[in-house]
Structure formats: C-alpha cells, structure tokens
C-alpha cells in the first residue's frame, strides 16, 4: 500500500495500520452474504471503527474529521461497502443522539446491531408523501449492508423522519458494484409510533458528512486502484523486460497515482461547514475514483477484466458509489443553497 495523503499524525498512522492488519486478516471478497458482512461490521464495531468520528459523549470513538478520512478510506481499500455504510452510521448516529427516544437504537448502531439507512428528500432515489399521518412511497435505494435496516429521511432543513423497518418492504436491487451492500429498494407505509419526526436538526450537517464519507471511500477505492496497477505493471514482463520499462506505462501510471493523491489531499482537507466545498470533493472524489479504476484496468491489459485480478472490481464500486451517493441529485441541492434557495422537497404533513 501507498499514502500519497498528507502527512499523518501518529494516532492516524496506528490506525492505518491497524485496519490494514485487520484487512490482511480477513482476506475475503465481499458478496451480498448477510452473515459476513454483519460479522466483519460487528468486528469493525468492536475494534471502535464503526462510529469512530461521533462524540464520545454520545458512545462514539470522538474521533476528528481528518482521523475519520482515514478509517474510511481504508474501508474503501478493501471493501468500499462497509465504507459508506459506516459513513451512514456516523449520520445517523449524530442526528438521533439528540433525541432521548432514539438512545437505544443509537447503541446499537454504535456497535453494528442495528443499521440506518439515511436518505435525502430531494434525491431521485426517493419518492415519499403525507397521506394524512401516515407516510407513504418508495425509496429507489439504499446502500447500508444490511436487509432490514431503519430509513432516516433528510426531511428539510431542519427536519428528519424516522422509520422503522417495520413499516419497510425491502426488496433486493441488482447494481454494477459495492458487494456486501446488501442494496434495497424499499416500500414505505408508515404511521402512528412507526414514523418519528426529529426537529431541530442540522440537516446540512448531515449532508456534508455523507458526501465527504463518500468522497473518503471513494479515495479508498482510487488508490487501491493506482497501486494494484503499479505492482501488476512491475511484475509484468512483454518483450524483455517489465511493463514499468516503456515509456507510456510510466506515464499512465504516473496520472492514477496523482489523481488519487489529489483526492486524497481533497478529502483530509475538507470541512463540513461549506456545503459547496464538502459537494464539490465529494464530486470530484467519485468522478476521479471512476477514472483512476478505468486506467488502472487497461493498465491490466485484457487480464484486468478478469475476476481474478481486482482491477475490475474496482470500476464496479467506484461506479457503484457514485450512485449510491447520488451525487447527481447532491449538485441539485447545493446549487439551490448557493443562492439562497430551501431545498427543492420538504416533507411536511401539511404539504
């Protein structure tokens, strides 16, 4: 493994190794096995990984931003699933440790029992309405490594919604990547205590630490990319010598590893506070991942489009990623709070 990041305080370079340790441990492909995925998920849990970067005083690790990146982008390294579902436990478990109804299931989420799907109102993904008190529709998907998680709405700008899997219909979705999200559509029919409304809260904060989770795994998944291709090319002979001899490989190799470590520097940088600036990584972070895994492909050769090599896999999460945070929809809504404008959906009873 590479770091082309900034440089790394000690307690940031314990935990890289730490979680590489952990991934050589378990050298395993993930698949959409529930059993596996919720034994590395309790595993993560149990090492403090899970919910690193929530407060303490809530029953997180208290961890800052930067040193969250991090344990994050080493998710995205080996298995970029559990990177965006932990992303998704960090946002949920930060909105509902403010509310006292919501204090056991935030336990759970802090030890991997429990998972919260969290998805916005204005995604394309979701389709959700009031029929009086109850709150029906459907959300697209959701990309949690779990079967039957709860569903956290981003209701407004101050607002979410609560659902418990009770009153969800999940049904398994087919997608290019991510193996071991366990991707659901859901069915939604909720009412009385299965819907919670939650007020008072940050919702663009919530925003900013998904799309910059997004922005770590993907980081995670680029650079895995760049350095598979690296040592494929330097332990590939064709015509007398190493691949690393011509000219063209260097150079090809050269622009995925600067890429990664662009957004490497992009993400361990970035703030939640600007949700232009937590967009725009996010963005650039995903689009890049894509680009890097393609390159790194043909750096392969025809061998990199077979499963044996991860090279393949790489393309199919960064693609996969990049619509499970629906980036597309994430550039509606910030080109909206750019210029002063609410958010194009709020799920209210009264809309």
Same mark, same amino acid.
């Given at each position: ?47 403090g990984v899970w919910t690193l970067g929530t407060a303490e005083a809530h029953g997180g690790g208290g961890a800052d931003r930067a040193t969250t990146a991090v344990a994050l982008i080493? @998710? ?43 998805a916005d109102a204005g995604s394309a993904h979701v389709r959700l309405a009031w029929s009086g008190d109850t709150l029906h529709g459907s959300v697209d998907r959701v990309d949690v ?6 569903? @956290? ?7 979410? @919604? ?11 979705? =087919? ?9 659901? !559509? ?49 332990? =590939? ?50 689009? !890049? ?23 393949? =896999? ?33 799920? =209210?009873?009264?809309?």
């Open positions: 493994m590479s770091w082309r990041g900034p440089a790394l305080g000690s307690d940031q370079r314990d935990l890289m190794a730490m979680l590489d340790d952990f991934a050589a441990d378990h050298d395993i492909v993930l698949a959409d096995n529930p059993e596996a995925v919720a034994g590395l998920v309790a595993e993560l849990a149990e090492l080493q @998710l995205g390294r080996s298995w970029p699933a559990l990177g965006w579902a932990a992303a998704q436990a960090h946002t949920a478990a930060d909105l509902l440790s403010g509310d006292d109804r919501c204090a056991d299931l935030v336990k759970r989420v802090h030890a991997g029992t429990a998972a919260v799907a969290v490594a779990a079967e039957t998680p709860y569903l @956290l709405v981003l209701a407004g700008e101050d607002t979410a @919604l609560l659902v418990e899997p009770s009153a969800l219909k999940p049904r398994p979705v =087919r997608r290019t990547g991510l193996g071991g999200a366990l991707t659901r !559509s859901l069915e939604v029919d909720a009412s009385g205590s299965a819907v919670l409304e939650l007020t008072g809260v940050d919702i663009p904060a919530a925003q900013a630490r998904l799309r910059l989770g997004a922005a770590a795994v993907a980081a995670g998944i680029a650079s895995a990319a760049a350095d598979a291709a690296a040592t494929y090319a330097a332990g =590939r002979h064709q015509f007398g010598g190493a691949l690393t001899a011509i000219p063209t490989v260097r150079q090809s190799l050269l622009a995925q590893a600067s890429k990664a470590a662009v957004i490497l520097t992009a993400v361990l940088a970035a703030t939640e506070d600007d949700p232009v600036r937590s967009f725009a990584t996010a963005h650039e972070a995903c689009g !890049s991942a894509i680009d890097v895994a393609a390159a790194a492909l043909q750096s392969h050769g025809g061998y990199g489009y077979l499963a044996e090599y991860p090279a393949e =896999r790489y393309l199919r999460d960064a693609v996969s990623l990049r619509a499970a945070a629906d980036i597309q929809s994430a550039a509606v809504t910030t080109a909206r709070s750019l210029v002063g404008l609410p958010p194009a959906t709020v799920l =209210r009873k009264d809309a």
